[in-house]
């Protein structure tokens, strides 16, 4: 297993930006898919994006589809999740997730490794 740590969370307004931060320890990243997914209070772990093991495969909700952007970068064992257009709807702690199959999927019991969560709130 790797361990994951998130970073970037914040408060911003309405139609503010974030970019959100997962560094992965282990030489072995490169061989993880990733995915990024929400938690809002009173509600279930739900998806947000995922990424494949090249990065050029990616996989998006539909809820933030045209605004969040997934990335990473292999040299320096990190996932991002660039936020834009942001909407209180989107205020949840986020997890990074990795998946040692290699294949993009979009539920939480596929992914084996998680992080502890950042807050990100989105005030109107």
């Known amino acids: 297993q790797v361990q994951l740590v998130e970073s970037g969370g914040g408060l911003v307004q309405a139609g503010g930006s974030l970019r959100l931060s997962c560094a992965v320890s282990g030489r072995t990243f490169s061989m993880y898919t990733m995915g990024w997914f929400r938690q809002a209070p009173g509600k279930e772990r739900e998806f947000v994006a995922a990424?494949?093991?090249?990065?050029?495969?990616?996989d998006y909700a539909d809820s933030v589809k045209g605004r969040f952007t997934i990335s990473r970068d292999n040299t320096k064992n990190t996932v991002y999740l660039q936020m834009n257009s942001l909407k209180p709807e989107d205020t949840a702690v986020y997890y990074c997730?990795?998946?040692?199959?290699?294949?993009?999927?979009?539920?939480?019991?596929?992914?084996?490794?998680w992080g502890q969560g950042t807050q990100v709130t989105v005030s109107s």
């Open positions: 997730a990795a998946d040692r199959t290699r294949v993009v999927h979009t539920t939480t019991r596929a992914y084996d490794s």
């Open positions: 990424i494949s093991v090249s990065g050029r495969i990616t």
